[in-house]
């Protein structure tokens, strides 16, 4: 995905301080960017390309939208504009909770592709829709515990090295991947077979 020449990008010590959360990843860091730059930082190789991108809901949406040929390029095009514009106010917020909320418009537009796939306006394999459902309930999940940094909260300094929050936030993670991954598959190998009714 990654084609063109991005910014100069920062080195951990160099990146806004919001940002200084994981000093183990050293290099790749996107300076600070206005809307079309954070749309740009789409198309172009930083630490977070992959995270921006596993925000997985384009295979999602080009299976549901398969035998919608006009409405398809459209939701993927407004799908990458919406996580462009969510990732921008990720990488600007102040906050746990103001990032979590970030992505509030784009996991909006999911259960709407979600809903429009459970009334049959959409389409994909059997099945595929549970997995999807799975995987946003976790990764909600996993977000509001690390927002509420459950359990430390309760017991600090009990939860340091196992347990916290944040470790709790990338097991759910883990299985919302994994879900991913179980709606997806059956989706595209669907969407491969699969020969749409004449309008």
């Known amino acids: 995905m990654a084609f063109l ?15 200084q959360f994981n000093k183990f990843v050293l290099t790749g860091y996107r300076p600070a960017s206005s809307g079309s730059g954070c ?5 172009y190789m930083h630490n977070e390309l992959g995270n921006i991108y596993t925000h997985g809901a384009l295979p999602i949406i080009h299976c549901t939208l398969a035998c919608r ?10 799908y990458t504009v919406l996580s462009g514009v969510a990732g ?20 909006g537009a999911r259960l709407l592709i979600f809903g429009a796939r459970g009334v049959g306006l959409g389409s994909g394999a059997p099945g ?10 976790l990764a909600l999940l996993g977000g509001l515990v690390n927002v509420a940094r459950l359990p ?12 916290n929050s944040h470790q709790i936030m990338h097991l759910l993670s883990v299985g919302s991947i994994l879900q991913l991954h179980a709606g997806v598959v059956p989706d595209l190998l ?8 004449p309008d």
């Open 5 to 19: 020449a991005g910014p100069r990008l920062l080195d951990w010590a160099s990146s806004p301080p919001h940002l």
């Open 39 to 43: 749309l740009r930082s789409l198309f």
């Open 69 to 78: 040929p006009w409405l398809r390029p459209a939701a993927l095009v407004a």
């Open 88 to 107: 921008w106010r990720a990488l600007t917020a102040p906050s746990t909770s103001t990032r979590l909320r970030a992505f509030g418009w784009q996991a």
């Open 128 to 137: 595929s829709l549970r997995c999807y459902l799975r995987m946003d309930a």
């Open 152 to 163: 430390e909260r309760w017991g600090p300094g009990r939860f340091d090295y196992w347990g």
């Open 190 to 197: 669907w969407a491969a077979r699969h020969i749409c009714p």
